[in-house]
Structure formats: C-alpha cells, structure tokens
C-alpha cells in the first residue's frame, strides 16, 4: 500500500516533468521508484515468507509482481542519465497497475493463508511468465517514450530539441530487446505447461476429451505469445520499424493488462 | 594600483576599425614589452580577436594618466593618425574587473555564452605571462575570471544549446541518431552553408560523407576537404538508398526532392529513419515529404527557430551570470581596497 503511494506520488511528479519538458537531468523520480521498490519489495519478502515460497497465487501477488519487474529493470536503465526520464512514462503504468492490484478481491487468500495448488515448478512457471509481463510492460513504457519524442521530431516542437532524452534509434533498440527478453521469459513459462500437469487428471474433461490445452488461459497465453513472435518478425525481416513497431509493443501490452483479470476468471488452472 | 582595461570591441566600433587595431600572435610578445617599457603600465595582456582588441593593464599612475598613456600606446604603436573618439572604451578598477569576467563568461561576445573566448583570453594570458609581463595584479584577476567562467558555465545555462543554423542540425541528428559515425551523410549543392553544417556533423564523429554538386570540380574539392568522396551530380539518388543525413543546399529554383521521387527511395533504404535538412533558400525540398513516416525535415526557418530559441534562454540567463560576476568583482575588490589601505597605513607609520 506505502510503495503504491509512492508511486502515486511519482505520477505527480512525472506529470511535473513533461509539463516542464524533461530539459534537465532529474533524479527525484528514480529516487522515489527506489523508495517504492525497497517498501514493496519489502512487503513481497515478508509475504513469501510467510508462504514459504514466491508470492505469485493470485492475481494481486502476480499485478504485484509485474509491477516489480517492471521498476526494477527502468531502475537498471536509470542509471544511464539519458534513460533515466523512462521513470516519467513508466510512473503512471506502475501506479495504474499498483491500484488496481490492490482491489480486494483480487487478493482473496491474504497474506497468511497459502495457495491451495503449488510447488516449485508452478513458481517457477508464474514467475517466468511474470517477469515476461513486466519486460513487455517496459518495452510498452519505452515504445511510449519513442512515440512522444518521434511525434516532436516530427512536428519540430521545440521539446525534441530540449529534452534531455535518448535518440529515438536507441529507444526503439531498447523496446526492440525487452521485447524479445520479454518473448524469452514467455517462452520458457509457457515451455513449463507440460510438466506442471504431467500425471494429473483433475484438469482433464473426459466428456470432451479435451485437457489443459482447452483452457482458456493456455490459449490466450499462446496469443500473447504469437502476438509478440508476429511483433518482433516483422521488425526484423519486414523492416516494420518506427512508429509501427512501437504502437505494436503499446497494442501488445495494452492487450495483455486489458485482458489478463478476465481470462484469469475463465480459467479453471488459474483460479485462486 | 588596479586593473586597468582599454579597447575596442564588436559592440563599440565596426569590423573596418577593430582591424586597424589588431596584433598579430606573432606580434604580442614585443608589442607587451614595447608597451612595458614607454612606461603606459606595470603589467599588461593583450587580447586580439577578431571581435575585439582590448589591453588589460596595472600601472602605478593615476587611472586618468594611465588611460591617456595606453590610448597613446595603442595609437602610436599601430602609427593611426585617424584616432577613433568614442569608440575606444576604458574601465577601471571594478568596472574593469567586471568587464574582464564578462568577456570570460562570453557574456561580452556576439554569439552569448559563447566558449571560444575563454580559450582565447587563456591564450593571451598564458604569451603575456610567459614572457614576464604579468605580476600579482593581473595574475589575481586573471586567474579569478578563469575560477568564475568555470563557475558560471556549471551554474546557469549561459552556454545551454547551439546557436548557430549547423549546430542545430548536429543536434537534431543525435537526437535521430545515438552514433552519427555510422550514419552516412550527403550533401548536396556544395554551398557555403552546407559545408558548415557538414563540418559540425564532422566534429561530432559523422565519418561518411558523399558530396554532389552541380560544378564536379567544387564537389571533389569538398571532398577531398572532408574527406568523403564526390558523385556526380546526376547520380546522388543512386547514392541515397545508403545514406540517413541529407543535408540540401543547392540554387535550384524548385524542388529537387517531391514525395513522389522519395517514396521509391525511402523503400530502398528499408524505411530507415532519415534527416533531410534544407537549408536553401528557395526550398530543395517538398515539404510533403514529412508525411512519410520515419522522415524528418528541417528547412533553414525551422533551424532559425530553434538557434532563436536557445539564444533567448541564454538572454535569460544573463541576469544570473551577472549576479555571479557582481558578486564576484565585489569580493575581490574589496579585498584589495583593504589591502591597500593598510599597506597605506603601513607607509605612513614608517615614514
């Protein structure tokens, strides 16, 4: 709840800097994502612990996670003065995310009751898949940050000169590589899916035959997953490059939190 | 005794008069002795450029009676028998202290904030000083106004931004491009505006450049001057398909790029972002152009208005460097004037 604050508190203060242009290196923000990943990472710690193992069993622990991810790799590209206004766009997704992964029922468990269906693997498998969310929200946050400088360019506002920001081709290098960090993390999370099932027959409906392939969340996970190969193709082959390729990383994570809450309710593997 | 300076400058006399002033590097070191030994000062440092000569000076004489001498020094020394009246300035002790740390901190220069006269100004100081004609006097100031510049530059935005038309293309270019080194540039019509800009594309690290022009000779001169390799003037569009930096200047009286003629190209290069600055007058360049996507043009008025701009955020600052500087000049002044009262005090005693 403290760190969501913070990063409320860093909305404001990103809403600050583009009223002001981003024209001179500023560490404020990054220093009060600092302050909310250590609150939050706090919080996450001690509700692992309490599980004995990642807090990633409903959908507040995983927004949660995503959130994480997501500061701690800008907290990686801040270090770089020029990517450091990448905190400034990320800001307002973080705090978006942060309250609505505070809505009550989405964390029905609590802190103190441990999920019902877990071991190492199924940690492993949320974490993975995660982590990629949190790279593809990122990559979105940059694809943002190349779309507002490509549009001043553009239209020579006067901001495009001023800004202390990267060039756009570095931007699109950046969204480029999360991108394909987050496709990695995908991957291998949806290459767990076999194994996490392997031997059981609770998720098998025999009346139709049909097993965990059928889920509704296993099929939306492998539209994300060719959503992002179809993304990350045509900018490499088909020189789909520019202002395309980053409103398909905006689209592309825009599809993934618009849709995630409601396949997560249809789905029976992933009911907490 | 007090820092003394005299001169000319951009803002009080033209360039025709500035000249008949001038000393030469070469020159310097005898015309400080020269200066020395008429007896005009104690120390001195002279400062030429091409905007301003200036003698900055400490002499024993009253500040009226050291004016007049280095007035006739700078007269008798450059044998002008047409004195120039007003325009020649003096300002002593911290007016004169004030001044020096202006022109230090570029705030006296015609382009504002510029940086050059600092090294400058370094350059005059360091002749007169290894040649023995400097002392504590001027070793103080000097080495003050270095200590405030430097405190001025990390202080303000004074020097914030590029002012001139070539500098605002470099840096529209890296806000394009992270390494301009491997972004090929051409140019094309091998005018002097365009050679400008390309130079300051080159002292940022472009590597590639591809001259066209009209005249084959003028082009391979270019070059050859920077560098890069000429085409015929026919042939730049075989070219362009390799290029992200056009930089266009040519006497053509219309267009020499539409969209019509750039939509194949920009297929060839593979969409790649590409900069195309049009810097003649009339346009080179359709403006219809920018609406293809990954294409970004710059004609010479949205260059100008960007320079403007930065040149206005500089006019803001001066309020702050002068602050600095008054600040500055005060401090060191009154320290000298209690120096000199009490080696005052001590003269009398004795005597």
């Known amino acids: 709840m403290l760190a969501v604050i913070v990063y409320g508190v860093s909305t404001v203060y990103s809403l600050f800097l583009w009223r002001k242009g981003f024209r001179k290196d500023d560490r404020v923000n990054y220093g009060l994502l600092l302050a909310g990943i250590i609150l939050q990472t706090k919080a996450m710690m001690m509700r692992g612990l309490t599980l004995k193992e990642c807090p990633v069993h409903n959908l507040y622990e995983a927004m949660t996670f995503v959130v994480w991810t997501i500061v701690a790799v800008y907290l990686v590209f801040g270090l770089w003065p020029r990517l450091r206004y990448l905190g400034a766009f990320a800001a307002p997704v973080i705090f978006g995310v942060g309250v609505f992964a505070l809505m009550p029922q989405l964390d029905p468990s609590g802190a103190g009751r441990a999920p019902q269906a877990s071991n190492d693997l199924v940690s492993l498998h949320a974490a993975l898949t995660l982590l990629s969310y949190g790279a593809f929200g990122l990559s979105s946050v940059a694809a943002v940050m190349y779309l507002t400088q490509e549009h001043d360019l553009k239209f020579h506002k006067l901001r495009a000169v001023f800004a202390v920001m990267p060039p756009i081709d570095r931007l699109e290098k950046i969204t480029s590589r999360l991108l394909w960090a987050g496709f990695a993390l995908l991957t291998a999370g949806l290459a767990l899916i076999p194994f996490l099932f392997k031997g059981r027959t609770d998720y098998h409906d025999n009346s139709t035959g049909k097993g965990i392939w059928s889920d509704p969340k296993v099929i939306w996970s492998a539209v994300v997953w060719c959503l992002y190969l179809a993304l990350l193709a045509t900018h490499g082959r088909f020189a789909q490059t520019g202002r395309r390729f980053a409103w398909g990383a905006v689209a592309g994570f825009a599809f993934v939190v618009l849709t995630f809450w409601g396949v997560n309710l249809l789905s029976p593997t992933h009911k907490f | ?351």
Not at chain 2, 26 to 54: F, K
Not at chain 2, 201 to 217: E, H, M, T
């Open chain 2, 1 to 351: 005794m007090a820092l003394l300076v005299i001169g000319l400058s951009h803002h009080s006399s033209p360039v025709a008069t500035r000249e008949r002033f001038a000393f030469s590097e070469a020159a310097i070191p005898g015309a400080l002795e020269a200066l020395r030994a008429a007896g005009a000062a104690r120390e001195a440092v002279i400062l030429s450029t091409c905007n301003r000569v200036e003698i900055y000076a400490a002499s024993d004489l009253p500040e009226a009676a050291a004016v007049a001498e280095l007035r006739r020094f700078l007269f008798d020394y450059h044998k002008d028998k047409h004195p120039p009246g007003g325009e020649i300035y003096a300002r002593g002790g911290r007016q004169g202290l004030e001044h020096l740390f202006k022109v230090a901190c570029g705030l006296d220069s015609m382009v504002l904030g510029e940086t050059e006269i600092l090294g400058q100004l370094k350059k005059a100081y360091d002749i007169a000083l290894r040649h023995k004609h400097t002392g504590a006097v001027l070793n103080r100031a000097f080495q003050k106004a270095f200590n405030v510049a430097k405190r001025v530059r990390t202080e303000t935005h004074i020097q914030r931004g590029s002012v001139s038309v070539g500098s605002v293309a470099v840096e529209l270019a890296e806000k394009l491009f992270s390494s301009l080194g491997e972004h090929p540039v051409m140019i094309i019509g091998a005018g002097e505006a365009g050679e400008k800009t390309a130079r300051a594309l080159l002292a940022r690290g472009a590597r590639s450049i591809i001259v066209s022009n009209r005249s084959r000779d003028r082009a391979l001169e270019l070059a050859r001057e920077l560098e890069g390799r000429a085409v015929r003037f026919e042939d730049w569009a075989v070219e362009f398909p390799r290029i992200d930096i056009l930089i266009s200047s040519t006497a053509a009286p219309h267009c020499i790029l539409d969209r019509a003629r750039l939509e194949p190209l920009m297929k060839a290069r593979k969409n790649r972002p590409l900069l195309l600055i049009d810097i003649a007058v009339p346009r080179d360049i359709d403006p219809s152009v920018s609406f293809l996507e990954n294409v970004y043009l710059y004609n010479i008025d949205d260059l100008q208005a960007i320079a403007d701009d930065y040149l206005q955020q500089r006019r803001v600052e001066i309020a702050r460097c002068e602050a600095i500087i008054a600040e500055k000049a005060g401090a060191m002044n009154a320290l000298d004037s209690a120096v000199n009262a009490r080696l005052g005090g001590l003269d009398k005693a004795s005597a």
